[in-house]
C-alpha cells in the first residue's frame, strides 16, 4: 500500500513563528498536494507539484510556500504562522499526470496561539 | 455557488436501513467524479469512483447524472461501522480536485 506520512501529528506554535510541515511518500509519486481542512468549509488545495522542484499554487495559497527538492518529499511552509492558520494540514499524493485518485497522510493539526 | 455542494447532514438511520447521499456540482464540464470516505479524526479515503453507466461495489451503489450535475451514493443494509462522512469529489481542470465539505452519517443500533 502507498504510505504517505506526514512527520508531525499535532503541533502548537506562536503568532510570527515560522512552521515546516513535512510530508514523505513511499511510492514514486509523480504528484503531491497540500491541502486545509476546515469545518464547513472542506478541503481547499493550498499547493501542489506534480514533479521535483515543480510547484502550482492551489486555492488559498497566501502565507504560504512549499519545497519540493526530492520526489518523495513536499514540505508546507508558514513564513509568519497566524491564527488564521490555525487548521488540520493535509498532505496527498497521487500517481501519473491526473489526479484522479489521491492518497492521504493521516494529518497535521496545527494550532497557532 | 459553491462548485460542489452536500448536505452536511447528520443523516441518523438505524442498522439495515438503506439511505442515499446526493451532490451537485457547479462545472458542466467535469469529467471525474469520486466519493471519499473520512472517518472521524482520520484521513479522507478513496470509497469509489463514479462512472458515467453507475456502479456498484458491495452495498454501495454510485450514479452519475450530467443533465441534472449531480451524482449519488447509495448504501444497502446500513452497518453500525459506515458512520462517518461521505465526500463528494469532482475533476475538473487539470489535476485540480474540488472535494464538497461532507455529509455525515450515523447507523445507530
Known amino acids: 500500500d502507498v504510505k504517505v506520512t506526514q512527520s508531525s501529528r499535532y503541533l502548537v506554535k506562536r503568532t510570527g513563528e515560522k512552521v515546516f510541515l513535512e510530508c514523505v511518500q513511499d511510492?514514486?509519486?509523480?504528484?503531491m498536494f497540500w491541502y486545509r481542512q476546515d469545518p464547513g468549509l472542506g478541503l481547499r488545495l493550498i499547493y501542489f507539484?506534480?514533479?521535483?522542484?515543480?510547484?502550482e499554487k492551489g486555492d488559498i495559497p497566501e502565507g504560504y510556500s512549499v519545497s519540493r527538492e526530492k520526489k518523495e518529499r513536499f514540505s508546507l511552509i508558514l513564513e509568519s504562522a497566524s491564527t488564521n492558520q490555525t487548521s488540520m494540514y493535509l498532505c496527498?499524493?497521487?500517481?501519473?499526470?491526473?489526479?484522479?485518485?489521491?492518497?492521504f497522510g493521516a494529518g497535521s493539526r496545527l494550532t497557532v496561539l | 455557488r459553491k462548485e460542489v455542494e452536500q448536505d452536511p447532514g447528520p443523516f441518523n438511520v438505524p442498522e439495515g436501513a438503506t439511505v442515499a447521499f446526493n451532490c451537485t456540482y457547479s462545472n458542466s464540464a467535469s469529467q471525474s467524479f469520486f466519493w471519499y470516505r473520512q472517518d472521524c479524526r482520520k484521513e479522507p479515503k478513496l470509497l469509489m469512483s463514479?462512472?458515467?453507466s453507475g456502479n456498484e461495489d458491495g452495498r454501495f451503489t454510485a450514479q452519475l447524472n450530467r443533465a441534472s450535475q449531480y451524482i449519488s451514493l447509495l448504501i444497502r443494509d446500513s452497518k453500525l461501522s459506515d458512520s462517518a462522512t461521505y465526500l463528494c469529489v469532482v475533476k475538473g481542470g487539470f489535476q485540480k480536485l474540488v472535494f464538497g465539505t461532507g455529509t455525515r452519517l450515523l447507523v445507530s443500533p
Open positions: 507539484s506534480y514533479d521535483v522542484k515543480m510547484k
Open positions: 463514479v462512472y458515467s
Open positions: 511510492m514514486d509519486h509523480e504528484n
Open positions: 496527498a499524493s497521487s500517481l501519473g499526470s491526473g489526479a484522479n485518485v489521491l492518497t
